[in-house]
């Protein structure tokens, strides 16, 4: 899906990169996706969390024909550049990674897409370094050969999936980019000095971070170089966290105090009017 609208939201999406610092939070469904566009951010990003709970699933259940299906709705809903979160590719060798990636950038409007190297291994919870490289060099093929002009974020879980050593991370978001990502990821950094040893190291490649708990400002993320900022799960979290403590007041006692916290109809609406 390569027509004028979808080439022009890759080509924005590029240049957001290129200096300053913005924010693309986590819709999970069009809903909460048109409501973040209504409030002026620039870029979304996808959540594989966010989605697999609004349908009932874990984390990583979801098959790539509805992350795709999920794709192409949200990028069909707004018009700013939405980057998804492609989990691991859905794939362990290369060779699949780079064809859902294909699939990914020639039927839906994604602006970009992540790869990480996760593994799901209790054991061994990142792919062997070679393969990680592997991985993100086919995932930059596919979108060459596509010529898709999408934008390829590499992503390295060891912050998460209980491997935090930010030489190891560090060595891996190098490799990743002179695999040809354009973007580095490393979801987890809690501190400063952590923040910045990863963008000196990747310069002058542009660097995500997420943030998922109240440890730090995009003042300051900004100012130690920081060129993009996402929040992951952590809305839709925050959305069910309403939802469990409002449901649970009733089941648990009867009462209905935490409806009286709920947002009014009139200004949802209002959020979500076209005419806003």
């Not at 839906?108 to 593994?119: C, F, K, P, Q, Y």
């Not at 992503?155 to 354009?182: H, Q, W, Y």
Request: include cysteine.
């Amino acid at each position: 899906m390569t027509d004028a609208r979808t080439t022009e939201l890759r080509q924005r999406f590029h240049t957001l990169h290129r200096s300053g610092c913005f924010v693309s939070p986590n819709p999970w469904d069009v809903g909460s996706a048109r409501l973040l566009v209504r409030m002026g951010f620039k870029a979304l990003a996808t959540t594989s969390s966010g989605f697999a709970w609004s349908t009932g699933r874990l984390d990583h259940e979801i098959l790539v024909d509805d992350a795709l299906e999920h794709l192409y709705g949200l990028t069909s809903a707004v018009d700013v550049p939405i980057s998804a979160d492609f989990e691991g590719g859905f794939a362990v060798d290369p060779a699949d990674v780079g064809a859902n990636v294909s699939r990914a950038v020639e039927n839906t409007a994604v602006a970009g897409l992540s790869i990480e190297d996760s593994s799901g291994d209790a054991s061994a919870p990142l792919f062997d370094f070679t393969l990680a490289v592997e991985r993100i060099a086919a995932a930059r093929q596919a979108m060459d050969r596509e010529m898709s002009g999408a934008f390829l974020i590499a992503r390295s879980e060891g912050f998460i999936a209980g491997r935090p050593d930010l030489d190891e991370t560090i060595k891996r978001l190098v490799a990743f980019s002179e695999a040809g990502a354009d973007c580095l990821f490393a979801p987890g950094l809690r501190t400063e000095d952590q923040i910045s040893a990863i963008v000196r190291a990747v310069a002058p490649k542009p660097v995500n971070v997420l943030v998922s708990a109240p440890f730090i400002t995009v003042d300051r993320l900004a100012a130690l170089g920081v060129r993009r900022v996402s929040v992951g799960g952590a809305l839709a979290r925050s959305a069910w966290n309403g939802f469990v403590h409002a449901a649970r007041e009733i089941a648990e006692h009867g009462t209905f105090n935490a409806l009286g916290e709920a947002i009014p109809a009139a200004e949802l609406n209002g959020l979500l009017s076209k005419r806003t």
